[in-house]
């Protein structure tokens, strides 16, 4: 059974910096390409980045230079470490895995910016 866990999100104020963490379980890791998306209140969920098997990264141009995504296939990890955090950076954070066709997301964790 395919189980995505994210944790890592909270309250931060402005400028402040979180890292948040996806483990996934029951696939074979390093061949999935993983990726955050994110859903404010009311909004559309949105793309924020991506990390192909090969390590290549791409970003969507809100965060570009100030978000980070990273993974550890030895731990079955991906990462997202935010800077610099605005209020408009609040929203529910979702971690994806896909291969081919097959893709699976997590739950979600809340992220609030806010003073």
């Known amino acids: 059974q395919v189980q995505l866990v994210e944790s890592g999100g909270g309250l931060v104020q402005p400028g402040g910096s979180l890292t948040l963490s996806c483990a996934a379980s029951g696939i074979f890791f390093s061949e999935y390409r993983e990726a955050w998306y994110r859903q404010a209140p009311g909004k559309a969920s949105e793309f924020v980045a991506y990390?192909?098997?090969?390590?290549?990264?791409d970003y969507a141009d809100s965060v570009k230079g100030r978000f980070t995504i990273s993974r550890d296939n030895a731990k079955n990890m991906v990462y997202l470490q935010m800077n610099s955090l605005k209020p408009e950076d609040t929203a529910v954070y979702y971690c994806k895995v896909k291969k081919g066709l097959q893709s699976y997301w997590g739950q979600g964790t809340q992220v609030t910016v806010s003073q």
């Open positions: 990390i192909a098997s090969s390590g290549i990264t």
